[in-house]
């Protein structure tokens, strides 16, 4: 493990620092880097998670950040600086963020230069003070980026003109310092400044676009509704912005590759109605607009994924987007659900991911039945697919886990998609259509803008059905074998087979086993 200290110099700050009222002497020396006695104690470097014990940092929370991005089309570089409101939970004498592949300039605290160190993929930052419980700070970290940089894992898409990004699942850090955790959500703006010719993008909507009189233009964003980092989207490229309304008004956008904007239309096109049949089923579009970001790069190796639900832009393939609707339709709504399930309501571990993963499929596959299209099994309804996948059950307990006990090689593998349909499937069987939908709207409802575990959502079933779900659910998504389906005694699960099989050394792709592609 390698280790690089530095001691910063003031720094300008991005807009007015809420300053702290801190008693505790000094103890950095600016000169060495050396700490003297500290008051407090370090934050805890992990938040516990059992699918990635090392990501997100305990002793406080992020409520906003600033991202202020400059690219340089000459050098294809990125200039910097992540501003983060942050809310002490314990007294703090040093705190981390996750950074991986950044290039840390200088730290700032309150307005005060801080130590730094970067070890592995945290950024630890001693301030000059200790920030004592429930204060509040603004963190500054001024860094330079290369989107071409190889990392053992990285959220940078490089492109021709510019580059996207595609976070999930704990890759966010590789773009800007950050509690790199789904239950520490903020809010977010964005500053993009771009050279001509090209445009900056970014997850909400746009506030001002100002020409900087150097051939340079800075567009800035806002978010309406605070996003978990792996849902950030920030991207610069040779775009056309189309605009289009979706149903109540809903400002639908999307970012398109100038020179593909023709041959794409036909996939856009189809997001209003897209947006009216899933507010049918769960209730108003929650954030203030959506649309497609089809990434200029085809490449295998670009991400290995078809889509990826970053929040209010939904990032593609652009390839993907040129099939007719009905291949793409079904998975097209996948994601658009995602902003109800991952995006408005997200994870609060990653064990929690069948919550995302699950539904999604679940309407995606309803969408796709209703239109007549059959699957990639050739079944065109949801019983019969539900069936085959009852079947398999056991099998992929055994070799996969129990549906809401994945780890970081499994996470994304059909169990957490398939095997989520069928747990939902077997919960509107046992309570019924009219109950399940009460469930859904008041799950979402509830957790709304915030982070919701498996706990939370068998609790809503008990309380909304009035009968204690439980052990149902728990039986569903903890067994190890696959309980019986209402209603369908004739059902039979295939016996599992033990199987030699080579054992993965990198995660599965997200999205890559979802029933909707």
């Known amino acids: 493990m390698r280790y690089r200290t530095r001691v910063t110099a003031p720094a300008a700050l991005l807009g007015t620092v809420a300053a702290l009222s801190l008693a505790s002497p000094a103890h950095a020396d600016p000169e060495t880097g050396t700490t ?18 090392s990501l997100g940092n305990d002793g406080y929370r992020v409520s906003a950040y600033h991202l202020d991005l400059a690219y340089d089309a000459a050098t294809r570089l990125v200039e910097a600086t992540a501003t983060l409101t942050v809310t002490a939970t314990q007294e703090l004498s040093r705190f981390s963020l ?3 592949g950044l290039d840390i300039r200088t730290v700032t605290v309150a307005g005060e230069p801080a130590a730094f160190e970067q070890a592995d993929e ?13 204060g509040t700070a603004t963190v500054v970290v001024a860094y330079g980026a290369d989107p071409r940089r190889t990392l053992a894992h990285t959220a940078w898409v490089p492109t021709p003109d510019g580059f996207a990004v595609c976070p999930q699942p704990n890759s966010a850090h590789t773009v800007f310092p950050c509690n790199d955790h789904p239950s520490d959500k903020a809010d977010f703006t964005f500053r993009v400044t771009v050279p001509a010719g090209l445009k900056g993008v970014a997850s ?21 509704e605070p996003i978990a980092t792996e849902l950030v989207q920030i991207t610069v490229g040779d775009y056309v912005i189309k605009d289009r309304q979706g149903p109540h008004g809903l400002p639908l956008r ?38 497609l970001l089809p990434c200029n790069n085809d490449a295998s190796n670009a991400f290995d994924f078809t889509g990826l639900e970053t929040q209010t832009l939904t990032l593609y393939k652009p390839n993907y987007l040129l099939q007719a609707e009905k291949s793409i339709g079904s998975h097209m709504m996948h994601e658009l659900v995602h902003s109800y399930f991952g995006n408005s ?14 539904h999604a499929d679940f309407y995606g ?11 990639s099994l050739g079944l065109t309804t949801m019983e019969a697919r539900m069936k085959d996948t009852y079947a398999r059950g056991d099998q992929w307990r055994k070799s996969s886990g129990p549906v809401a006990a994945p780890n970081a090689v499994n996470l994304f593998d059909s169990q957490r998609y398939l095997g989520g349909v069928l747990v939902l499937y077997a919960l509107r069987r046992q309570v019924g259509e009219t109950v399940f939908a009460a469930i859904e709207s008041t799950f979402l409802e509830r957790f709304r803008n915030s982070s919701a575990s498996t706990a939370d959502y068998i609790a809503v079933a008990s309380e909304v059905s009035g009968t204690d779900q439980s052990g149902f659910l728990r039986d569903w998504l903890y067994g190890t074998k696959t309980p019986r389906m209402p209603g369908h005694p004739d059902w039979t699960v295939t016996p599992a087979v033990s199987t030699l099989r080579t054992p993965q050394t990198r995660p599965s792709a997200p999205h ?3 029933a909707t592609l």
């Open 36 to 53: 003297g006695p500290e008051t407090g104690t370090p934050g805890p470097e992990t938040l516990g998670d059992a699918v990635y014990p």
């Open 98 to 100: 996750d950074a991986s």
């Open 122 to 134: 945290k950024l630890r930052i001693t301030p000059v003070t200790a920030l004592p419980a429930r």
């Open 204 to 224: 909400g909507r746009l506030v001002s676009a100002e020409d900087l009189g150097d051939g340079r233009t800075a567009y800035c964003y806002a978010s309406r």
């Open 254 to 291: 999307d970012v398109v590759p100038t020179a593909r904007a023709t041959a794409l239309e036909p996939a856009l096109a189809l997001t209003p109605n897209l947006v009216s049949w899933i507010e049918q089923r769960l209730g108003a579009f929650p954030f203030e607009t959506y649309g």
């Open 345 to 358: 309501v997200s994870p609060a571990t990653w064990s929690d991911l069948w919550l995302n993963e699950g």
């Open 365 to 375: 596959l309803l969408y796709r039945y209703e239109r007549g299209w059959a699957d």
């Open 512 to 514: 890559d086993n979802s």
